[in-house]
């Protein structure tokens, strides 16, 4: 950690990082005087379904089956439509912002319609296609979201903020043709993978009842496995498990709110850690969790980690901060372009004033920042070099006309008596 | 829970509730539109050591006895007395204040200042005087501690808003002699008791393996339990410790964050609730949380419930405000007084504002409170009708100089070459 340091942003990337007296000189057209404030890499949320927002709270406290089946799959089968992935998304994107997110995973349904919002709003994201055995809204297949999510894949093969990768939605969710299909695809375009696996022992459990294989293990034999998979969840793991994703070099997308509000289970993150496994973190859908609160789960994983390996040494904050940054980045794929402050580097940052009552004293600042502080404390954030949160006010969405369209949503599902 | 409703207040206390159109009659000296908020009753943490907030992240990620042993207990011995307990008590208040927190349990040396300082702040407070079988700052013995708490006890005996407990620090650091004086001391002045009881595994073993008995079985023989014995902690819970506490209707209080920082364990607050036990929250101290959020600790509560239960249903989000408010009362022994939204108790209020981005949309506003909200969105605080937060600003502290105060002592502190 830098005091006393100046950053030089051109062309929407880092050209500098210095000590203050030497930074100042090179000050250009506009200067920010960060005093009292933590400026960190932006957060990356590697794991959501941004336009979910929208059933926020909508059926809590529910077990898991009778949540999906009596209320979130009614909702969307009645619900989603383009419209609603353009407030949804827009709302999770403005959430996220003004949480110090500067990258986000989002895995739901017209990924088109979300890549749009996400590329007016400015902020960098990974599009996953969703891919199931089941019509989807948006997909009568699996082939037609394959179809479609080819096409998005070109449109933005370019695009400096935005890339698309391939979402088979669970080993239970996704037959064998399909995966193959999507190993061919991804081989082919360096795509990557964003999958649920083993959220659940019951997902194991039923798995190896009926087919005889840990989901796993079925996912190396079928040749999915490798540094572009983003194995989420992964709340089961024995050494076998363990030592596939060391050998195929997967990344592991822990989601502990969500883990703990479905009472899925634990993932042992420590563990990962020690085996040389890279740990990212996501929110979930906020539908599940029910925040896109990347600083506040990232809290809750230092937490739980020490209580799961039963130390109090393990995932310190030193690392939940790296969790929450640059290992997210580099699940993602970005990590040459994002998640460090390094010059070279996309500007992507947040600034946390950390002036506040409740995080003082200042011993270290980084334990500060992820024990002691929530994420009130971001004042501003930058994507690209542009700052999308000035004073915690957004610059590219116009948040009244936002708040109109949620509260239109919430009274027509509210009043639906489909729910 | 009530919609466009009024709430008045006379006398400090509650003296009205009623439908808007109605209650707006009764309208006095000073109103309040709550628009767009959520009014509940003042959260109350049961369990903290409010001045060590000064040394909030002075030593992070360390196992327990190196934490203790080479960081806190040699900066209490340096640094604690009566000026750290002055300063340390009102940053720990006008965080509690600005967290929506009226009334909570503090348990640290010189209760006499701490007492002094939240009757100056307005807020509301179980002192609990600590008793161990070793010298503390301000107190040479148990004897002393024990003298002057007696002292305390009466000087406050009448006052509105403070109370006095009895602390017994643990089983393990305090002998059956001091135990004994604290048994008739109580039970003669109807007192409370607050204690450190079964926090890690490790604390069971060794009075198995010393004295061949649980410690909740030692205090049950030596009649420590009862109505007003406050458990702390409670990781570990056989089905006979479960029958003590229901048999002598104990309190429960629950610090989740704090047990998983340390690694301390899971209470199984299912299995408490289901039993019938009050179960309480807590934050404990900075020290060691690193905060004193209350709404974040019931959040972290109400999700780490359902993992620990296995069920997604348990710990639901309106039980969880259960917890962090009238079991809270319960717990202190404070019930008949605050704790929940009914005319003739104290007003003792909060006003979230749920307006925000992060709450939206809003199926049921206790769910988006518990699951969604941040304490940032505490607007007003009331404390026995008195205002002591008037949106965000705090009404009896002065925060600049309060800032000024706590950075000299953390210059100090991190300057010191002992640490």
């Not at 930074?23 to 009292?36: C, D, P, S, V, Y």
């Not at 061919?184 to 696996?197: K, R, S, T």
Request: with cysteine; glycine share 8%.
């Amino acid at each position: 950690m830098l005091k006393e340091h100046g950053l030089g942003i051109r062309n929407g990337r880092i050209a500098l990082i210095a000590p203050r007296a030497e930074a100042i000189k090179h000050a250009t057209r506009r200067t920010f005087e960060l005093t009292g404030m933590l400026l960190a890499p932006g957060l990356v949320n590697a794991h959501g379904h941004a336009a979910m927002t929208l059933f926020r709270g909508l059926a809590d406290d529910l077990p898991l089956k009778s949540w999906l089946q009596n209320h979130i799959w009614p909702a969307e089968a009645r619900w989603v439509n383009e419209k609603f992935i353009r407030t949804g998304t827009e709302l999770a994107i403005a959430e996220q912002l003004q949480g110090g997110i500067t990258c986000f995973s989002d895995m739901y349904f017209f990924p088109d319609i979300a890549s749009e919002v996400a590329h007016r709003t400015g902020i960098r994201a990974q599009i996953t296609v969703p891919v199931l055995d089941f019509p989807v809204p948006g997909a009568r297949d699996a082939d037609e979201a394959l179809r479609k999510g080819v096409a998005l894949f070109d449109d933005l093969k370019h695009h400096p903020r935005l890339n698309v990768a391939f979402g088979p939605h669970a080993p239970y969710s996704v037959g064998d043709d399909k995966l193959e299909s999507i190993r061919v695809l991804v081989a082919e375009m360096d795509a990557g993978i964003h999958m649920h696996v083993h959220e659940t022992a019951h997902e194991v459990e039923e798995a190896l009842r009926l087919h005889g294989e840990r989901p796993l293990a079925r996912l190396a034999r079928q040749q999915l496995l490798g540094p572009r998979f983003q194995a989420v969840h992964m709340t089961q793991i024995d050494d076998e498990d363990l030592a596939l994703l060391v050998e195929h070099n997967c990344s592991v997308i822990h989601c502990p709110e969500s883990n703990l509000k479905l009472a899925s289970g634990f993932c042992p993150v420590e563990r990962l850690w020690d085996a040389g496994v890279n740990v990212a973190i996501g929110t979930d859908g906020a539908a599940s969790n029910n925040d896109l609160d990347l600083l506040g789960e990232t809290r809750t994983a230092a937490l739980l980690a020490k209580a799961v390996a039963g130390s109090a040494t393990a995932l310190d904050a030193h690392r939940a901060l790296r969790m929450a940054t640059l290992n997210g980045a580099r699940a993602l794929g970005l990590d040459e372009h994002t998640g460090s402050l390094e010059v070279g580097k996309f500007a992507d940052l947040v600034a946390f004033d950390l002036s506040g009552l409740a995080q003082q004293p200042i011993y270290d600042p980084v334990s500060q920042l992820i024990y002691s502080s929530g994420r009130d404390c971001v004042r501003h954030v930058w994507v690209a070099g542009k700052q999308l949160l000035d004073n915690r006010h957004l610059t590219r969405i116009d948040q009244d006309r936002l708040l109109v369209d949620v509260h239109e949503w919430c009274t027509k599902i509210a009043n639906s008596d489909k729910l």
